[in-house]
């Protein structure tokens, strides 16, 4: 039963890409249900952005900022970050 586990765990973790960004990246932040138009229904965008990293905080934390220098006034961790590419 344990190998069985373990080795489950470790096929999901070989298809796990961990996201890891760099001050200056420019990356998508996830839109929240709270943030989401309600006249667009389940079509609303589910990303919004792009934004540039200002900085990296501890454990995946990141400090963004819009693309003319306002700062986010909160911290977004690299789960609800994903890379933008123009």
Known sequence: ???C???AARKVQTKVKPRQFQ????V???TG????????GKLAPNWDGPYRIKHN???GAYKLEE???????RTWNATHLKH???
Do not use: C, H
Request: aromatic fraction near 8%; glycine fraction near 6%.
């Open 1 to 3: 039963m344990e190998a």
């Open 5 to 7: 586990r373990t080795r």
């Open 23 to 26: 001050a200056g990246d420019l």
């Open 28 to 30: 998508w932040r996830v």
């Open 33 to 40: 249900e709270a943030r989401k138009d309600k006249t667009q």
């Open 57 to 59: 905080l501890q454990n």
């Open 67 to 73: 693309l003319n220098g306002k700062t986010i006034p």
């Open 84 to 86: 933008y590419f123009s």
